[in-house]
T-cell receptor, first 113, second 113 residues
Framework: DSGVTQTPKHLITATGQRVTLRCSPR?????VYWYQQSLDQGLQFLIQ???????AKGNILERFSAQQFPDLHSELNLSSLELGDSALYFC????????????FGPGTRLTVL | SQQGEEDPQALSIQEGENATMNCSYK?????LQWYRQNSGRGLVHLIL?????REKHSGRLRVTLDTSKKSSSLLITASRAADTASYFC?????????????FGSGTQLTVLP
C-alpha cells in the first residue's frame, strides 16, 4: 500500500459525458501527478500540482482539467468523453516539487461506451 | 513523447536466475528511476539513480547508468516467481517548461517456478 488513494476504482460512462476522478496523496506529500495508461499510448504524464499550484504539464487534452485543493487532494476532470479516453488513470504523489520518487495509487479504470 | 525505451519487451526466466533489463533514452536527464507494475495495478518505485551516479544497489537490485551512452540497466539477482511483473525505466527530464518522468513500454518479466 503506497498511501495514495484514488476513487472510484472503476467508472463506466458514455461518450460525451463528464467524470471526476479523485486522489488523496500520501500524508506529507505536496506534489500530485496524474498519468493515463492505455494499451496503445503506454503510460503518459498528464499534469503535476505542487502545493495547490500547477507545476508541469504533459500530454493533457484541453477536454481534461485538474486542480489541487488546500487539503492537497486533487481531482482530474474529464469532459466530452470519447471512446479513446478509456484507460487506467493513475495519481502519484511525492514529497517535493521535482526529481523525487513518486508513489502511485491503485488507479481508476475508466471505460467509455 | 516516450523517452525511456526498455529492451527486451518480454523476458522469461527460471526461478533463481538473474534478469537483466536495459533502457535507452534520448536527452539529458536529472535522474533515472525504475518502477515495477503488477498487472493492472499501480506502479511501485524500485530505485532512483542520479545523473552523476554510475551504479546503485538495493537488495537484489542493481542499476547502472551510462550517461555517455544514454542507457541504463536493471539487474535482478536470484529471481523469484513473485518478481513476475512489468518493469519500466523512467528518465526524469527537466528542460525548459518540461519537467516529468517519461515512461517507456516496459519489459514484461515472467519468472517460472
Amino acid at each position: 500500500d503506497s498511501g495514495v488513494t484514488q476513487t472510484p476504482k472503476h467508472l463506466i460512462t458514455a461518450t460525451g459525458q463528464r467524470v471526476t476522478l479523485r486522489c488523496s496523496p500520501r500524508s506529507g506529500d505536496l506534489s500530485v501527478y496524474w498519468y493515463q495508461q492505455s494499451l496503445d499510448q503506454g503510460l503518459q504524464f498528464l499534469i503535476q500540482y505542487y502545493n495547490g499550484e500547477e507545476r508541469a504539464k504533459g500530454n493533457i487534452l484541453e477536454r481534461f482539467s485538474a486542480q489541487q485543493f488546500p487539503d492537497l487532494h486533487s481531482e482530474l476532470n474529464l469532459s466530452s468523453l470519447e471512446l479513446g479516453d478509456s484507460a487506467l488513470y493513475f495519481c502519484a504523489s511525492s514529497v517535493g516539487d521535482y526529481q523525487n520518487e513518486q508513489f502511485f495509487g491503485p488507479g481508476t479504470r475508466l471505460t467509455v461506451l | 513523447s516516450q523517452q525511456g525505451e526498455e529492451d527486451p519487451q518480454a523476458l522469461s526466466i527460471q526461478e533463481g536466475e538473474n534478469a537483466t533489463m536495459n533502457c535507452s533514452y534520448k536527452t539529458s536527464i536529472n535522474n533515472l528511476q525504475w518502477y515495477r507494475q503488477n498487472s493492472g495495478r499501480g506502479l511501485v518505485h524500485l530505485i532512483l539513480i542520479r545523473s552523476n551516479e554510475r551504479e546503485k544497489h538495493s537488495g537484489r537490485l542493481r542499476v547502472t547508468l551510462d550517461t555517455s551512452k544514454k542507457s541504463s540497466s536493471l539487474l535482478i539477482t536470484a529471481s523469484r516467481a513473485a518478481d513476475t511483473a512489468s518493469y519500466f525505466c523512467a528518465p526524469y527530464i527537466s528542460s525548459g517548461s518540461a519537467r516529468q518522468l517519461t515512461f517507456g513500454s516496459g519489459t514484461q518479466l515472467t519468472v517460472l517456478p
